[in-house]
Every structure is written in structure tokens, then in C-alpha cells.
């Protein structure tokens, strides 16, 4: 336990403040749907011999999640990067990614990426030989496809970064000796990071949501849960269990991109600079 | 220590260089002087090879440096520089700000080069500020700092480019001061600046620059006390005026 100048009580890391904060806005939504479910607007022990879908459905997203923010960080950091290079190449093909990407509607992607790898599995032998589960193959490779998406975002995000680091700065360090690769290091690196979180943490709270599009193509995900469930309760007629699912699923959405975004704004708060906290606003 | 022969630059069609000459021994100041536009901070960033020149030579202790059998970055080790606009790296304290180089271009070991900086950031009077960032600091104290990351690692010669135009007045002095203090403790200086009190003080030689060319040199009597061209007449009574 630390304490502050004015000899305040602070949490021991200011991560788990942020996760206090989150959890009270997480408990505040709760207590609201419980306190629309007392008044009698929908059965909420509905939610309780569901919960293993929502569960099961939550878990999947999660794994979705997993893979879709770092692949997508990945591409966008390197494309990014390619989009600032001075060589004509690598700036020439991260234009052309960023461009396509941007480009498509993600559900038009996240079809076609799957539509295209069935086709392809089913056209080619050794292909067709090796790959045993073609549909989860093909939500893998329609996750990569959102995840190159969401990619083409973040290098836009990254590029203004790097740009964003002032020219003196490159020759402040290639005054005191610094290589290029020194200076990408130790001076652009830890600037750009620090102008291109906010940005970020946007880009992969709304990555998260879009996970929801991969249930059009049998992903077994939250959306696609709540829609099963949905589906089957439409047949007997409640609104109110209607209601109550997209509730649930608008929840667990909820709490997923709230720890994402409050972590990062963590970690965006960890690496302040004093002194250039008005710069950044 | 420090010479020139023969410098041309061209950025695109502009010929910001004509052929510039000279030399500089150790332990002497030259004063550059000149209207914007003239080519003093190229001619300066030539010197320490962050701008290529297109021809001629740059010799330091005799040996021409502008060679590709020679890495920039060993030239620019030997070569402080110190920038109008300070360029402070932002992320980092007062402290790291100078221990930057000495750990990653010297390999000096974290603890001694931390000591190393604090010495140097005493030498410049902010011995206190080491935990600073640069944001937290006065423009004066920011190129303060940036002298001490200079010196840090023990150059042979000093640039500076315009070290105080972009500094409120009341700062001006406490710069001037360190760059008073470095001269008379013999350190090689090439000072690109309009402050006409510390040029007529301080320097040994002064370069009057005019369109990418030494218009006049000479000793800061010669120069400043009798102009020999109509040139250098109108600029003088520009900047006193």
C-alpha cells in the first residue's frame, strides 16, 4: 500500500484501480436488469438454465477475441511501419493492404474469406487430403480476414504515430551517435506507442463487437448463441425471455470491451510523461 | 581540429552551399553570422554529416570523414550539436536524456553512465532537475539539458544552431552563460547565432554567410567594426537595429 503527497490511500497499482471501476459500471448494469426483471418484465431464471449457452458462447468469443487483436495488431503495426518506409516496396504493398481492407464491409470479407478457403480446400486434393474440419478452417481463416481488417485500421493509426514524432527528434539521436535501428528503438518507438494508444484501444474495443459477425458463418459465438436461444423462445412467443437474451449477450459484450479499453487506458496512464499531460489531450 | 574545403549543397535545384572554406583550430570560437536563407544550419549539418554534402570535404583532425568507409555515427560521436528547438527526446527524464548516448552509443555501463550524467547536468547548473522531464522545464533549462547530452560524450567540437532564438529573453542569459563558461574552459566551438554580445566576446573568427557563401571573415573587430561590403553593412545595422 502506497500513499500519495496529500497522504491519500492508493491502490498498489493503478491497473487494479481501473479494474475496481470497471467492475462497479459492470455491477451497475446487472443490478438495473435485475431490477427490470422484478418487476416482472422477464423471467430472469430463464438466464440460469441458459446459462451454460451463454457461457459456452462467451468462451468462444473470448477464444475469437484471442486471436483477432493480436494478429490484427501485428498486421498493423508492420504495414504501418511499411507505410512510413522510405523504400518504395514496402510503402507501395502497406498502401495497397491498407486500401483493399479499409475497403470492404467486414461481413463482406469475413463470407467471401470464408466462402473462398471452402472452395479452395474443396478444389485441391492435398489440401482436402489434410484439413479435417473445413468449416472451422474456414471461421479461422475468416477470422484472419477480420483481423487484416481491423489491421488496415490500426497501420493508419500506427503511420500517423511514427509521423507524429517530430523530425527533431531523429536528429537529436543521429546527433549523439544513435543508428537508425537505435533510434527507432530507444526514441520513435516509446513516442509513437505513447501517441497511438488512444487511437488503439478504440480500434480494438470495435474489433471485439465485430467478432459478432463471424456467427453468420457458424461461429459458435455469443451472437450465435443468443440467436439459437432467441430462436427457440420466438417459437413460445416471450418477449420478455426475447428481451432478456440480447440483454445477457449485450452484457458479456460489455464487460470484454470494457476490460480491454480500461486496460489500455491503464497502461496509456502508466507511460504518461509528466508535463505533457495538456499535449495530449 | 575542424575543417572545411569546399562544401557544396544542392537541395533539388536550390544551391544552398557554393563553396564554403574553413578551418578551425582547437580551442577556438567561430561565430557564424548571416540573414536566414543562407545556408549556416546546412552548413553546420554538413559538418556533422546529418546532411550529406554534395561535394567537397569535411576533415576532422586531418582525416576526411565525409567517406563511405566511414560510419556517421562514429563522426557524429566526436561532434556535439545542440539545436535551436532543443529537441529533447520527450519520453525521457533530464537524467536519461544525456544518459541515453553514453549507454547506448558508449556501452557505458548504466551506473557510471548515470553518474557521468549527473556530473554533466551539474556542470550546466541543473543538478536538481535530473528527474525533470522536458516538458516540466524551462526553454533555458531544456537547452541547458540538451548541452549537458552533448557534452556527455566528450566531442571534440561543439555546434550550436541558433541556441538561443527560440527562447524567451529572460532565458537567453543562462545559456549564453554555459556557452561563456564551455569557451574559456578551451572547448573547440562552432556558434551559429545573432547574439552580437557573446559573438564580439567570445569568438576568435567570424563568417559573415550570404547565399551559401562566406561573404566576410575575419576577427569579430574586423568583421563587426569595419564591414568591408555593403552586404554585411546592411545585415549589422539589420540586427542592431
Known amino acids: 500500500m502506497t500513499n500519495d503527497k ?21 455491477v451497475t448494469v446487472l443490478a438495473i436488469v435485475y431490477f427490470l426483471g422484478t418487476l416482472g418484465l422477464y423471467d430472469l431464471g430463464f438466464v440460469r438454465r441458459n446459462s451454460s449457452a451463454f457461457l459456452h458462447g462467451a468462451e468462444y468469443t473470448l477464444s475469437l477475441i484471442a486471436i483477432v487483436i493480436p494478429v490484427g495488431f501485428v498486421a498493423g503495426f508492420s504495414f504501418g511501419w511499411g507505410r512510413t518506409s522510405h523504400r518504395w516496396l514496402p510503402r507501395s504493398v502497406s498502401t495497397a493492404y491498407v486500401e483493399f481492407f479499409r475497403s470492404m464491409p467486414p461481413l463482406v470479407l469475413i463470407v467471401f474469406a470464408g466462402l473462398i478457403t471452402i472452395l479452395v480446400v474443396a478444389k485441391n486434393p492435398f489440401l482436402a487430403a489434410r484439413i ?13 480476414a477480420l483481423s487484416l481488417h481491423s489491421g488496415s485500421y490500426q497501420a493508419e493509426i500506427i503511420r500517423a504515430g511514427i509521423n507524429s514524432v517530430p523530425a527533431g527528434q531523429h536528429d537529436a539521436a543521429a546527433a549523439i551517435g544513435l543508428t537508425r535501428g537505435q533510434t527507432v528503438r530507444y526514441v520513435v518507438l516509446p513516442q509513437m506507442f505513447r501517441i497511438s494508444l488512444p487511437a ?51 452484457f458479456i459484450y460489455l464487460v470484454m470491451t470494457l476490460f480491454v479499453s480500461r486496460t489500455l487506458q491503464g497502461i496509456e496512464r502508466r507511460y504518461r510523461v509528466p508535463g505533457l499531460e495538456a499535449a495530449q489531450l | 581540429m575542424i575543417a572545411v574545403r569546399g562544401i557544396h549543397k544542392w537541395f533539388g535545384p536550390l544551391h544552398v552551399l557554393r563553396g564554403i572554406d574553413l578551418e578551425v583550430t582547437k580551442g577556438e570560437v567561430l561565430v557564424i553570422v548571416g540573414p536566414s536563407g543562407s545556408g549556416k544550419s546546412t552548413l553546420l549539418r554538413c559538418i556533422n554529416l546529418l546532411v550529406q554534402p554534395d561535394e567537397g570535404d569535411v576533415l576532422i583532425e586531418g582525416v576526411k570523414v565525409n567517406s563511405p568507409k566511414i560510419r556517421p555515427e562514429w563522426v557524429r560521436q566526436q561532434i556535439g550539436m545542440v539545436f535551436q528547438s532543443f529537441n529533447l527526446f520527450t519520453h525521457l527524464t533530464a537524467l536519461q536524456n544525456v544518459s541515453l548516448g553514453l549507454t547506448k552509443v558508449k556501452k557505458m ?45 566528450n566531442p571534440k567540437v561543439m555546434l550550436f544552431d541558433e541556441p538561443t532564438s527560440a527562447l524567451d529573453p529572460e532565458f537567453i542569459h543562462e545559456v549564453l552563460d554555459v556557452m561563456v563558461k564551455l569557451a574559456e574552459e578551451g572547448m573547440t566551438m562552432i556558434v551559429v547565432t545573432h547574439e552580437m554580445g557573446f559573438a564580439k566576446g567570445v569568438a576568435d573568427q567570424v563568417i559573415f554567410m550570404d547565399a551559401g557563401q562566406i561573404v566576410e571573415a575575419g576577427t569579430p573587430a574586423e568583421v563587426f567594426g569595419a564591414p568591408k561590403t555593403e552586404r554585411l553593412r546592411s545585415f549589422i545595422s539589420k540586427i542592431l537595429g
Open chain 1, 132 to 144: 479435417e474440419d473445413v468449416g472451422g478452417f474456414a471461421i479461422l481463416m475468416s477470422l484472419v
Open chain 2, 109 to 153: 555501463p548504466a551506473q557510471e553512465a548515470e553518474k557521468l550524467a549527473r556530473y554533466e547536468l551539474e556542470r550546466v547548473g541543473l543538478a536538481d532537475k535530473a528527474s525533470s522531464y522536458p516538458a516540466q522545464l524551462s526553454g533555458g533549462q531544456q537547452q541547458r539539458v540538451a548541452i549537458a547530452r552533448a557534452l556527455a560524450l
Open chain 1, 200 to 250: 488503439l484501444g478504440n480500434e480494438f474495443a470495435s474489433v471485439i463487437k465485430d467478432t459478432s459477425l463471424l456467427s453468420v458463418i457458424g461461429a459458435v459465438d455469443l451472437t450465435f448463441q443468443g440467436k439459437n436461444l432467441a430462436s427457440l423462445t420466438a417459437l413460445q412467443g416471450d418477449i420478455g425471455d426475447l428481451t432478456l437474451i440480447w440483454l445477457v449477450v449485450a
Open chain 1, 6 to 26: 496529500r497522504g491519500r490511500i492508493l491502490l498498489p497499482w493503478p491497473f487494479v484501480r481501473r479494474i475496481v471501476i470497471t467492475a462497479g459500471i459492470g
